[in-house]
Nanobody, 124 residues
Framework: VQLQAYGGGLVQAGGSLRLSCAAS????????MGWFRQVPGKEREFVAG????????YYTDSVKGRFTISRDNAKNTVALQMNDLKPEDTAVYYC??????????????????WGQGTQVTVSS
């Protein structure tokens, strides 16, 4: 099972990026998925999560109204549209998926598969 995250880069404050995550080796269309981020010296933190139908989404407070998580079950992908980026959004972003029912979208322990991470750098 592999999750491949891509789409990171360098952008100025106020700009936008779209991250994508492609899953292979297993279909995750029946499971929730999430995005996390991590900066050096800090714990990995929850950013956004989405139920398997896409009908419910969850966000950490700092990104509400700016980030949008979505998924395409036919393509086994999940995306994170990031608008109005701020320097404090700078981090390595990871997509994640569980091996079964996701009990807590915000907890890293709920996920069993992780992408390799993609760097997002926002300059001021």
């Amino acid at each position: 099972v592999q999750l491949q995250a891509y789409g990171g880069g360098l952008v100025q404050a106020g700009g936008s990026l779209r991250l994508s995550c492609a899953a292979s080796g297993r279909t995750f269309s029946r499971y929730g998925m999430g995005w996390f981020r991590q900066v050096p010296g800090k714990e990995r933190e929850f950013v956004a999560g989405i139920t398997w139908t896409g009908g419910s989404t969850y966000y950490t407070d700092s990104v509400k109204g700016r980030f949008t998580i979505s998924r395409d079950n036919a393509k086994n992908t999940v995306a994170l549209q990031m608008n109005d980026l701020k320097p404090e959004d700078t981090a390595v972003y990871y997509c994640a998926a569980p091996s079964g029912v996701l009990l807590d979208y915000r907890a890293t322990w709920g996920y069993d598969y992780w992408g390799q991470g993609t760097q997002v750098t926002v300059s001021s």
